[in-house]
């Protein structure tokens, strides 16, 4: 299992978790991103710049994942793209995106961005909180151990 980080936008405490869990396990890890970022000097992490662009970030990983491999994004499209290759797709707050829900997550996504097309306030997302650390740490944590079994 290949980790995959949609880097632009993820947290840093949710970067330093994977590193850890790279260098726990051995996992490689790639964050992909539109910016240069520092990553740990480490046989198993490596970090890609794409160029400035809508979507970029994305596109490298769509290209690139791997059936099983796991990708970390909040992008809805990204993680349906994921999910269609047979890949996990986990959100910085830990949600697990799967067959089972990515159509719904999807479809409610678009919904919204319509409406914010159209004028309408629909607010943001949450503020990141130590709760959202813990869920996507718990989360990791399992995807990693199964993988590891099976």
């Given at each position: 299992?290949?980790?995959?980080?949609?880097?632009?936008?993820?947290?840093?405490?949710?970067?330093?978790?994977?590193?850890?869990?790279?260098?726990r396990?051995?996992?490689?890890?790639?964050?992909?991103?539109?910016?240069?970022?520092r990553?740990p000097?480490?046989?198993?992490?490596?970090?890609i710049q794409?160029p400035?662009?809508?979507d970029?970030?994305?596109?490298?990983?769509?290209?690139?994942?791997?059936?099983g491999?796991?990708v970390?994004t909040a992008?809805?499209?990204?993680a349906?793209?994921?999910?269609?290759?047979?890949?996990?797709?986990?959100s910085?707050?830990g949600?697990?995106?799967g067959?089972?829900n990515?159509?719904?997550?999807?479809?409610?996504?678009?919904?919204?961005?319509t409406?914010?097309?159209?004028?309408?306030d629909?607010?943001?997302?949450a503020p990141?909180?130590?709760?959202?650390?813990q869920?996507f740490?718990?989360r990791?944590?399992?995807?990693?151990?199964?993988?590891a079994?099976?």
């Open positions: 299992m290949h980790i995959w980080v949609d880097a632009d936008a993820c947290p840093g405490v949710i970067k330093d978790i994977l590193f850890r869990a790279s260098a396990t051995g996992r490689s890890l790639t964050l992909v991103a539109n910016q240069y970022l990553v000097a480490s046989a198993h992490v490596r970090m794409v400035g662009g809508f970029e970030a994305d596109k490298y990983i769509a290209a690139h994942v791997q059936a491999d796991l970390i992008d809805i499209p990204l349906a793209d994921v999910v269609a290759r047979d890949a996990h797709a986990l910085p707050k949600e697990l995106f067959k089972e990515i159509r719904e997550l999807l479809d409610m996504r678009n919904f919204m961005d409406l914010r097309n159209t004028g309408v629909t607010g943001g997302p990141f909180s130590a709760a959202d650390r869920a740490a718990n990791l944590d399992r995807l990693l151990q199964s993988s079994r099976g």
